[in-house]
């Protein structure tokens, strides 16, 4: 996919949350100043983080979409991820670091030397423009997830897009940690005791070394190479297996190269009776059927087998089965397995 194709949903999603939080820190950093809230200041440094997170994933849509060349032959894909996981660690150092650490020296040394009221229009202010940002966000969640005919939870669970994923989780984290901050300066004012506010950074502090911390795990699962969700990768051993020439599919990999390209890799066993011609024939009918099914599949290969005695009525061996261990399974031709078809299991994400 070259950098022209990239999704512009996800470009615009990227893009009207970077310009919110740039906003909405601004407001909260002179809130800040103003009131002396350790939470405002706390909430200000979250927004810096969120708003350097949105540049960062915004390089990794661009740089992930360069096209393949004689270097990178399965293309940029993986970088892509590389950023995102940058993003991920930025706000875990910057954001979390500051907040929690600015909590606790309030709740130690610090007195409230300001004015309370600049800190509620700023925060009320803030979550109206942080709630715009969270709805695109889950407007194209929604979208995405109706597309590949699952649920939005699951989506983004199983999503290789990680930008929307970072996108929709900042904000979110962002609308609650207003709503902490708002508690932790009201009850500040009402008791006169800054240990409220105090709390209140530090919680903002945990809150993003959750989101952080999810969105790295998520990124450096995508660059060791994680394949396909199980759904999906039993419905590519389904159109594999229904092809006229196959006899069994021995060995299914699939992997993702980026956040809209899919590798696959498969052992197949042909009839003893085909021609080379009509391997030929079915292995190109194996790509065209893939790629119009799944546009994410940019690569398809095909490695032919020889039977091996005792293997009949197995089926395929599942090297990478997210709901159990590696086992010796073979699938042939004649319809699912009930024991891997079974109902509930995680649908297919972009």
């Known amino acids: 996919m070259s950098e022209g194709e990239v999704k512009t949903e996800s470009v615009g999603t ?7 939080n740039l906003a ?24 810096l983080a969120d708003t350097t997170t949105e540049v960062l ?47 606790v020296t309030t709740i130690l040394v610090h007195e409230h030397s300001g004015d309370y009221l600049i800190s509620y229009v700023v925060l009320a202010v803030s979550f109206v423009i ?10 194209q969640v929604r979208s995405e997830s109706r597309r590949w005919r699952t649920t939005p939870r699951r989506f983004l669970r199983l999503t290789a897009d990680t930008t929307v994923k970072a996108v929709f989780l900042e904000d979110s984290a962002a609308l609650v940690g207003l709503l902490i901050a708002g508690v932790g300066v009201g009850l500040s004012e009402w008791t006169g005791d800054e240990l409220w506010d105090g709390l209140a950074s530090i919680l903002i502090g945990l809150l993003l070394l959750v989101v952080a911390t999810v969105l790295a795990r998520s990124n450096l ?21 229904g092809l006229p020439t196959v006899d069994r599919i021995d060995t299914l990999l699939t992997m993702q190269l980026g956040p809209a390209d899919i ?9 003893d009776d085909a021609t080379g011609g009509d391997i030929e024939a079915d ?6 059927r893939l790629t ?19 293997v009949a009525g197995r089926r395929a061996r599942r090297t990478q089965d997210e709901q159990g261990p590696v086992t010796d399974a073979r699938v042939t031709r004649g319809g699912p397995d009930p024991a891997t078809d079974a109902p509930g299991r995680p649908d297919r994400p972009a």
Do not use: C, Q
């Not at 293309?75 to 660690?89: C, D, H, M, Q």
């Not at 150092?93 to 500051?98: E, K």
């Not at 546009?295 to 005792?310: C, K, N, Q």
């Open 14 to 20: 990227v893009v009207v949350a970077g310009v919110a």
């Open 221 to 241: 699962s995508l660059l060791v190479g994680r394949a396909v969700p199980e759904r999906l990768h039993r419905e590519i051993e389904r159109e594999l297996a």
């Open 292 to 310: 119009a099914r799944y546009p994410e599949i940019g690569y398809v290969f095909l490695d032919p087998t020889r039977s091996l005695p005792g």
């Open 130 to 139: 942080e709630s715009v940002s969270l709805t695109r966000a889950v407007r």
């Open 283 to 288: 292995a190109d009918e194996a790509e065209r």
């Open 24 to 47: 909405i820190a601004v407001a909260k950093l002179v809130a800040g100043v103003v009131s002396g809230s350790a939470a405002m200041l706390s909430e200000a440094a979250h927004s």
């Open 57 to 103: 994933l915004y390089l990794a849509l661009r740089r992930g979409a360069r096209p393949a060349d004689v270097r990178h032959p399965f293309g940029y894909g993986k970088e892509s991820y590389v950023w995102a996981f940058l993003a991920a660690l930025f706000t875990f150092v910057a954001g979390a670091g500051f907040a929690i650490t600015h909590g």
């Open 263 to 271: 590798l696959v890799a498969a052992k197949v066993d042909f009839r």
